[in-house]
């Protein structure tokens, strides 16, 4: 069981310092702007929470770009993220079968990529709107490990629409710089 709260707690604190001249910037996820990527945190939160918490309905996150942003995302968004780490604090959102997106997926498995999933698109969010994102140990270690084995060579079909093709990173770069270009993502980019 991991502790989802560090990064939903950060993520949330980045997106509080977003304004409005921001909503409409790039992000280093090329198909998002800074508003379609709050959308989407916001979605996932909800797909996420409910598969912690084993129930069904929730629509895939990319649901949520569609629609555009809720006009009360600063006060939603956190709220979701919040609910997100509360549900995924439960042993019995690690155990057993669940779906998030439209896909079945063991506990353990969908746990980590919902905080894979945070971490990401709260790291976009800051390099986007020119802001820090500090990751802790644990958590960087798990995004590691989740980015490196899903850059695989056997895992190569399986990414697609996951990450962006890897980025090439030093072997002597910090561990999350690392993680990031596994993601698909350069640890420099720049809007």
Same mark, same amino acid.
């Given at each position: 069981m991991l502790d989802l709260r560090p990064a939903a707690q950060q993520t949330a604190s980045v997106a509080a310092a977003v304004t409005d001249a921001h909503l409409d910037a790039p992000t280093p996820c090329t198909e998002y702007s800074v508003s379609d990527l709050l959308a989407h945190l916001s979605g996932l939160s909800v797909a996420f929470r409910d598969a912690a918490r084993k129930v069904g309905g929730s629509e895939t996150p990319e649901a949520s770009v569609s629609g555009g942003l809720d006009p009360q995302w600063r006060t939603s968004l956190p709220q979701? %993220? *919040?609910d997100l780490a509360e549900a995924w604090g439960t042993p019995e959102a690690w155990s057993g079968m669940?779906?998030?997106g439209g896909?079945?997926?063991?506990?353990?498995v969908a746990g980590v990529v919902a %905080? *894979?999933?945070?971490?990401?698109?709260g790291w976009d969010l800051a390099r986007a709107t020119g802001q820090s994102y500090s990751c802790d140990p644990v958590t960087t270690r798990v995004?590691?490990?989740f980015t490196q084995q899903s850059a695989a060579p056997a895992e190569a079909d399986s990414r697609d629409g996951i990450f962006?093709?890897?980025?090439d990173v030093p072997a002597d770069a910090p561990l999350f710089d690392r993680a990031l270009g596994y993601a698909g993502r350069d640890p420099n980019w720049t809007g």
């Open positions: 979701r %993220l *919040d669940t779906k998030a896909i079945d997926l063991p506990g353990e %905080l *894979d999933e945070i971490v990401l698109h995004i590691f490990d962006g093709p890897p980025v």
